[in-house]
């Protein structure tokens, strides 16, 4: 699609939007006056200060804590069955989210995402904390495009922001229950309490649990289970003077037996998995994942406007996971990992009061995180006709290197980014509006101890008795230090344009500059070597628009980024023909993205979202795959990883009103087209296009304080794509897949 035909499109929604309030200026001026009317309004934190969603000149897609429990959406991961915008990968008992097509691949101790996670403002750099579930949620608010002025560090793809309930003046309590297929047992349940004046307490948990959506031919049981558990208290005080405090603890606790991988032939093709019941494993697999999380706030309304907010929190964080890493040596191998990171973050705020001529932010924010690596490939037992149990070579010297490390990494690693940020927004006209701001960013990452290698115990068993040939493989232990250190800064801005025509219509264009910090890397048996940070100019032009007394709200947006210093992962001489992370080149990104909801009447409410997304790799970008020995492939016009080139989503919900209480029908969609998950854009990392649908009945009688709901989700039982990989180490494509369909009821209460 041409870059003219992107414009036509916008210009012509933005026409149309302005068109309607032309012709009824009367109902306009009424709407403006009735926010709330019609479809309501929302009301989000994008810009850091509370704003409705459609004034807020910011491209997003928001999603109610009420809404997310009836779809069953109940971790990060699960938003990607919704939002057209978001696709989440797991990995190997993490996951990355993308956003537009940015995503950051490098989920190792060093990494950094691009599209960040927040909890009530809290960043954590750890991709398995994507799979801690959110519950009690007022919203979740998915920003797309680079938010690092105000929002924080390596937002250079989007940000999803999860706002949790926090404690209200009055008494109260809700609960829920939900139970369905695979022994599907859900439950959430909370309590607020005003104990006082302007003092109030809140207290809820989930419990989620379902046995594997896959069974296992092997020790690893079964995959794709759950079983989490999380507890959490607040405690808010709303003083008379302007003084505000909050407070929060977490207990979070996930045990199961991990993510199920399929295997299929190295290169491809990707074999027909069938409904992807059934995977083969060779060693024991599990996920464990033990948080507290401390949270706190002080606010303070002074006099002349002023307002003072200092947010910060403590995470501590105990992760260990085992994967099936047989393959390619003769023995039944795991790969042991284990994090336990220890992470801070500060930020102090001060702004004015909105409504004159001129609204300022500015502060200063604070992250470090110190995080312990105790990892691994951990040979289980030796397998095959030459070292298994009663093998030729059983009793050879060094023969037997079961119980033992083939590599080892025992490492240390501080994280730091300290930032001073400011943005201001000044009203040229009562319908133009500028926007000015800036953040500049101190990055350090500091990575000490080594990396452990014994070639027997990794490569071949003999190789310690001299074979093939004497010195070719030293049966010692060889020790490569891990240390590594960067310490770098770095500006971004944003400048911005908001006008506003008429009551309910909004067109802004903006550019951004993204920035994402580097770091380093090596294999074990070579010294680390440094990767430079990634930036990403984004220019975009978007529309919002309230209609028809606020029935009908149709946003569109167009965009380009320019995206340079990609850091992939690659093999390169450089650590020794192994692999690590690289800044392989430039891409480029071109995007038109719209919405509809309506009202259609009293009882029906329709939603569509629409994304086009066209992503293109440099020319003449030459990396290393990771092959014995490594070929170096063209990806010059490749497309950009988890970046499909058309998605779309819809829903329907109809209210049908009896004389005892209400029913409502609710049916969601979301299609996406193929996209690859790799670089390298090859057959067997492709996921093809598809379809998910889910569909739910809910029933409240009047005036009640229950309801209750059956649900199917991915009605038509489609195995999708999560993940798929070339592994040159097991020597074997790993695959792994989306929810298959799952069914049952909930029943929910609220006091």
């Known amino acids: 699609m041409k870059a003219t035909t992107a414009v036509s499109f916008l210009l012509g929604a933005s026409l149309f939007a302005l068109a309607a309030p032309a012709a009824a200026q009367e109902t306009a001026a009424t709407d403006a006056a009735k926010p709330a009317e019609g479809l309501g309004e929302i009301v989000v934190t994008a810009n850091r200060v509370a704003s409705s969603a459609q004034d807020t000149p910011i491209a997003l897609n928001v999603y109610t804590g009420a809404k997310l429990a009836e779809q069953g959406v109940n971790t990060v991961r699960d938003l990607a069955q919704i939002d057209p915008s978001v696709n989440v990968t797991n990995s190997t008992g993490a996951a990355y989210v993308a956003v537009r097509g940015i995503a950051s691949t490098d989920v190792t101790e060093i990494g950094d995402p691009s599209v960040p996670i927040t909890r009530d403002g809290f960043f954590t750099n750890r991709s398995f904390a994507i799979s801690s579930s959110f519950y009690d949620v007022a919203r979740i608010e998915v920003l797309k495009g680079p938010q690092g002025t105000l929002q924080g560090r390596n937002s250079t793809g989007g940000l999803v922001s999860i706002v949790t309930n926090r404690p ?26 005003q104990l006082a004046s302007g003092f109030a307490v809140r207290a809820s948990g989930t419990i989620l649990s379902h046995k594997g959506y896959r069974s296992s031919t092997g020790p690893a049981f079964d995959g794709d289970d759950e079983n989490f558990k999380s507890g959490r208290i607040q405690a808010l005080y709303k003083g008379d003077n302007g003084l505000s405090l ?15 991988q399929f295997r299929g032939p190295l290169g491809g093709p990707a074999p027909d998995f069938g409904k992807a019941k059934t995977f083969t494993s060779f060693a024991p697999t599990l996920t464990k994942l033990d948080t507290d999380r401390v949270r706190w706030e002080a606010a303070y309304s002074a006099d002349m406007g002023l307002n003072f907010i200092y947010s910060g929190g403590y995470d501590s964080a105990d992760w260990r996971n085992r994967l099936d890493a047989t393959g390619g ?25 909105k409504g004159g001529k001129l609204f300022f932010q500015a502060g200063y924010f604070y992250f470090q995180e110190k995080n312990v690596v105790n990892s691994g490939i951990f040979n289980l037992d030796m397998t095959g006709p030459l070292f298994g149990p009663g093998g030729f070579l059983t009793g050879a010297p060094n ?39 800036g953040r500049y960013t101190w990055d350090k990452k500091v990575r000490t101890g080594n990396a452990v290698l014994s070639l027997p115990a990794l490569a071949f068993p003999l190789c310690g008795n001299g074979f093939p040939a004497p010195g070719t493989c030293p049966p010692f232990p060889l020790t490569t230090p891990g240390n590594g250190n960067l310490d770098k800064g770095e500006p971004t801005w944003h400048a ?55 029935t009908l709200q149709l946003n569109a947006s167009v965009f380009y980024f320019n995206y340079k210093g990609y850091q992939g992962s690659q093999t390169t001489d450089a650590v020794s023909s192994g692999s690590g992370v690289f800044n392989v080149g430039n891409a480029k990104v071109f995007g038109i993205e719209g919405s509809l909801t309506a009202l259609a009447s009293k009882n029906t409410r329709v939603n569509l979202n629409a994304a086009y997304l066209h992503t293109k790799f440099g020319d003449g970008i030459k990396i290393t795959n990771g092959a014995n020995p490594p070929v170096a492939i063209d990806i010059g016009g490749n497309r950009l990883p988890n970046a499909p080139e ?9 209210d049908l009103p009896v004389s005892f209480g209400t029913f409502t029908a609710h049916v969601d969609a979301k299609y996406s087209s193929d996209f690859y998950y790799s670089v390298f854009n090859t057959v067997d990392t492709r996921s093809s296009d598809y379809v998910l649908a889910n569909a739910s009945l809910k029933f409240k009688p009047e005036a009640s304080f229950w309801e209750v709901s059956a649900y199917v989700r991915n009605v038509f039982d489609k195995q999708v794509l999560a993940y798929a990989a070339q592994n040159f180490n097991a020597g074997a494509d790993t695959y792994q897949f989306q929810a298959p369909r799952t069914f049952g009821v909930r029943g929910s209460v609220k006091f």
Request: no cysteine; proline share 4%.
């Open 496 to 550: 911005g344009l908001n006008y506003r025509p008429a009551p309910g219509t909004l067109v802004y264009a903006k550019y951004d500059r993204g920035y994402k910090s580097g770091g380093f890397n090596s294999n074990g048996s070579a010294p680390s070597v440094d990767y430079g940070p990634e930036r990403l100019d984004a220019f975009e032009l978007g529309t919002k628009n309230s209609l028809m007394g606020n």
């Open 329 to 353: 040596y003769p023995a039944n191998r795991q790969f042991r990992q284990q994090e336990t990171p220890k992470t801070w973050n500060h930020e102090f705020r001060v702004s004015n009061d």
């Open 246 to 260: 909050w407070v929060s603890y977490q207990h979070d606790n996930r045990d199961v037996n991990g993510d199920a």
């Open 646 to 654: 058309f998605t779309a989503s819809g829903s329907i919900e109809q």
């Open 168 to 193: 209200e003046m009055r008494t109260g309590a809700y609960g829920s229950i939900e139970a369905g297929n695979y022994k599907t047992f859900n439950g959430e349940a909370g309590i607020n309490v």
């Open 399 to 437: 023969a037997d290197q079961s119980n033992r490390y083939g590599i080892k990494f025992d490492y240390n690693i501080l994280t730091r980014s300290q930032a001073l940020f400011g943005q201001i927004e000044y009203a040229l006209t009562d319908q133009l509006q500028l926007s000015l701001g």
